[in-house]
């Protein structure tokens, strides 16, 4: 198996900063702009804006404010906002918030996991262990004994709610449980939300800031509001946290981009369009790969909401993109990219166009096919 999973470990800066493998596979692969991508965990929304150049570079001129949007959307007060450039530099900000500043620098993350999640830490000076939600632990559930283990040791812990790749969202006793033992220990969470609002009306939304005291909750309009180029993301969670990550972002960003703030201004009004559509693709899509993996005596139950999912092809799954799915203009992203034990797991998303994801799927069946007649 060749493994690319997330680098944990101690702290680093120079020549020791790890690069995050997923990306350094992934972003060569999408730029030779395969005819079928099923990689994307993001939605293919189409969103139109009609913005004047000088209007958007003024954005801090116009007395708006951009967390006041995301409050009003989120029902919370405005001290319990702050807003970023997207969730991978809200996850920074809000591991700095989190960890108290007399306990441990280390922080306790959730694998299997995007390497930004788990990695960023250890450029802040912490070191990260982890702990699992499955692939050890059954299925996709918290390992608790792990959790306890590791809470003496840590400041804070970082997770996803919405595991990826396999877009299963924890379950409601082990998140219970999970902010129970926390806030016993002294222990703040940040959680990684970018996937959620695809729950929304649903019983799985539950975000993090709605349940606990210690958690900040991280959200962007990348992922399920496909403006993933945009770079806007937000963190909720007590007024004394979001205050602390307001000030991380003074030093570390001072100011948020006014062109990136302008257009999600302007969408924001209209964001819920994104999440019904979302559920339109799934209803368009998601059939037609359950037919698929059918055809090709593949069980699976896909997550119940989201537009992405991850099961086992039976060979690793790096090897089998560069094998097979190259030469047929495919792209689908390997598991063993978020976990060494996820390595024969190929994560597909059905987020895109009913017309593009139907061509891709008989490709995605000779991918299979292919597959099975190399291992013969
Ligand atoms: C769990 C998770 N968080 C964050 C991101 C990236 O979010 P953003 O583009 O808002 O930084 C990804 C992208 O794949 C992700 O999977």
């Not at 991380?248 to 999440?275: C, H, K, W, Y």
């Not at 598991?335 to 190929?346: P, S």
Request: glycine residues 10%; contains cysteine.
């Amino acid at each position: 198996m060749i493994t690319v999973e997330p680098r944990l470990g101690g702290p680093v800066s120079g020549d020791a900063i790890p690069p995050v493998d997923y990306l350094s596979w992934y972003v060569p692969r999408l730029q030779e702009n395969r005819p079928h991508d099923l990689s994307q965990s993001g939605f293919a929304h189409q969103w139109d804006v009609d913005l004047d150049t000088q209007e958007m570079l003024g954005f801090w001129n116009s007395g708006e404010d951009p967390a006041k949007w995301v409050a009003e959307r989120h029902g919370v007060d405005l001290n319990q906002v702050c807003i970023a450039h997207g969730t991978c530099q809200a996850l920074s900000l809000a591991i700095l918030a989190a960890l108290p500043e007399d306990g441990p620098r280390v922080v306790g993350v959730e694998m299997p996991s995007f390497a930004v999640v788990s990695q960023c830490a250890r450029l802040l000076g912490c070191e990260v262990i982890p702990f699992h939600r499955g692939p050890n632990s059954g299925p996709w559930t918290l390992n608790r004994e792990e959790v306890m283990e590791i809470l003496p040791k840590v400041g804070a812990i970082a997770f996803t709610p919405v595991m990826n790749p396999t877009g299963e969202m924890i379950s409601e006793e082990d998140q219970d449980w999970l902010i129970k033992v926390t806030t016993e220990a002294g222990v703040n969470i940040v959680s990684d939300e970018v996937y959620l609002d695809a729950a929304k009306g649903t019983e799985f939304y539950r975000p993090m800031y709605l349940r606990s005291n210690n958690a900040i909750s991280i959200n962007s309009l990348t992922k399920t509001y496909g403006l993933g180029p945009l770079r806007f993301g937000w963190m909720i969670g007590d007024p004394k946290f979001i205050q602390y990550a307001r000030n991380a972002f003074q030093n570390m960003q001072g100011m948020t981009s006014a062109p990136s703030v302008s257009i999600a201004g302007a969408v924001f009004p209209r964001l819920d369009e994104a999440l019904d559509a979302i559920w339109e693709a799934r209803e368009n899509n998601l059939p037609k790969l359950m037919q698929v993996l059918d055809t090709h005596g593949i069980e699976w139950t896909p997550p119940p909401f989201g537009i992405f999912g991850a099961f086992s092809i039976g060979t690793d799954a790096v090897q089998a993109m560069a094998e097979y799915g190259k030469p047929l203009g495919l792209l689908a992203t390997p598991g063993g990219m978020f976990h060494a034990d996820l390595g024969d797991y190929l994560r597909i998303g059905w987020g895109g166009d009913a017309e593009s994801f139907e061509a891709a799927m008989p490709v995605l069946s000779q991918f299979l096919t292919s597959i099975h007649e190399g291992n013969a």
